[in-house]
């Protein structure tokens, strides 16, 4: 179970990230495309984060209020 809680208040840049699941890589590139389009400012693009594990393939940007968001792909996660 995953609740998630959103509030009225002051943007709170640097204290939220957020990780949203994608099915491929082609998605996660896609999302982050879309992202920089509605002008979200990159923090890094799309790609394997080897430090985590060369399977992890995730872009990350920072939304309009200052907040992370990242799309992560996981092959091992789809049984890939």
Same mark, same amino acid.
């Given at each position: 179970?995953? &609740? &998630? *809680?959103? !509030? !009225?208040?002051? /943007?709170?840049?640097?204290?939220? $990230?957020?990780?949203?699941? /994608?099915? #491929?890589? =082609?998605?996660? =590139?896609? @999302?982050?495309?879309?992202?920089?389009? @509605?002008?979200?400012?990159?923090? $890094?693009?799309?790609?394997?984060?080897? $430090?985590?594990?060369? !399977? %992890? %393939?995730?872009?990350?940007?920072?939304?309009?209020?200052? %907040? #992370?968001?990242? &799309?992560?792909?996981? #092959? *091992?996660? $789809?049984? !890939?």
């Amino acid at each position: 179970r995953m &609740f &998630f *809680w959103l !509030r !009225r208040g002051g /943007a709170a840049p640097g204290a939220v $990230h957020i990780a949203l699941a /994608a099915d #491929s890589e =082609e998605m996660v =590139e896609q @999302a982050h495309a879309a992202a920089l389009a @509605a002008g979200g400012a990159e923090i $890094h693009p799309p790609g394997a984060q080897l $430090h985590y594990d060369p !399977r %992890y %393939y995730a872009a990350q940007v920072r939304d309009l209020d200052g %907040y #992370s968001l990242e &799309f992560v792909y996981k #092959s *091992w996660q $789809h049984g !890939r």
